[in-house]
C-alpha cells in the first residue's frame, strides 16, 4: 500500500540552529499539504502546494520557515533558526488534485527544541 | 469563522458501548466534514467523511449525523472495541481549497 514517507522522524535541536524535514508523497498526488501539530491540538495547515506551486502558505511563519517542492514531487520545510515553541509534530500529507480529495498523512517528524 | 470547536476533550466508553463526539462549525461555507483517527506515533489517518447535502452515513461501527441548521455534526462509534482507543479529529473544509480545519481531538479510551 502506498503510504506517505517522511525522514527524520525525530528531530532533536538547540534553539537557533537550522532543522529540515523532507517528504515523499504517494506517487501522483499533486496536492501536498505540510501540517504543525502541537501536542494536545489539532494539525494546523502550513502550507499547501500544487505540484510545485505553492497555493497557501498564510499560517507559515516566514521569517524562518520555508519549504519548497521544487520538481512537484518530494518536498522538504526548514526552520532558521529554530526556537523553543516550535518544538511539534511535523505532518506531511498528499491528495490528488481536486475538491476535498482525502488526505493521506505520513508517521511525521517529531521535533524538539532545546 | 474558521474555528471548529470538539467535545468531549476526553472519552472514556466500556467496550461494546457507543462512543459520541460532537463538533461544531461557524462559516456556512465549509461543504466537507471528515473525521480523522490518530494512533499515538501515526499521522491521522480519514475515517467517514460526510458533506452536507446528507444528513447521515454510515460505514461500519461508524456513523456521522450531521445537522446543517444547527452547524453541528457528530461522530458515533457503535459497539465500541479496546483497539478504537485513539484520538478522534473533526475538520471542514471549503470549496476548491481544500483546506482542513481541524477540531482540537478527542481521547477515546474504551475500557475492555
Known amino acids: 500500500e502506498a503510504e506517505v514517507a517522511q525522514s527524520p522522524r525525530y528531530k532533536i535541536t538547540e534553539k537557533s540552529q537550522a532543522v529540515a524535514f523532507w517528504c515523499d508523497p504517494i506517487?501522483?498526488?499533486?496536492?501536498l499539504y505540510w501540517y504543525r501539530q502541537i501536542l494536545g491540538q489539532g494539525p494546523e495547515l502550513l502550507v499547501q502546494?500544487?505540484?510545485?506551486?505553492?497555493?497557501?502558505d498564510s499560517q507559515l511563519p516566514k521569517d524562518r520557515f520555508s519549504a519548497e517542492r521544487l520538481k512537484g514531487v518530494d518536498s522538504t520545510l526548514k526552520i532558521q533558526p529554530a526556537e523553543l515553541g516550535d518544538s511539534a509534530m511535523y505532518l506531511c500529507?498528499?491528495?490528488?488534485?481536486?475538491?476535498?480529495?482525502?488526505?493521506?498523512f505520513g508517521p511525521g517528524t517529531r521535533l524538539t527544541v532545546l | 469563522q474558521q474555528q471548529v470547536k470538539q467535545s468531549p476533550q476526553s472519552l472514556i466508553v466500556q467496550k461494546g458501548g457507543i462512543s459520541i463526539i460532537n463538533c461544531a462549525y461557524e462559516?456556512?461555507?465549509?461543504?466537507?466534514f471528515p473525521w480523522y483517527q490518530q494512533f499515538p506515533g501515526k499521522g491521522p489517518a480519514l475515517l467517514i467523511a460526510?458533506?452536507?447535502?446528507?444528513s447521515e452515513k454510515k460505514e461500519g461501527r461508524f456513523t456521522i449525523s450531521f445537522n446543517k441548521s444547527a452547524k453541528q455534526f457528530s461522530l458515533h462509534i457503535m459497539d465500541s472495541q479496546p483497539g478504537d482507543s485513539a484520538t478522534y479529529f473533526c475538520?471542514?473544509?471549503?470549496?476548491?481549497?481544500?483546506?482542513?480545519?481541524f477540531g482540537t481531538g478527542t481521547l477515546l479510551a474504551v475500557q475492555p
Open positions: 500529507a498528499s491528495s490528488l488534485a481536486g475538491t476535498n480529495n482525502e488526505q493521506f
Open positions: 506517487s501522483g498526488h499533486a496536492t
Open positions: 502546494f500544487q505540484d510545485e506551486s505553492v497555493v497557501d
Open positions: 462559516n456556512t461555507a465549509f461543504d466537507y
Open positions: 460526510i458533506r452536507p447535502d446528507v
Open positions: 475538520a471542514a473544509s471549503k470549496g476548491a481549497t481544500n483546506k482542513l480545519i
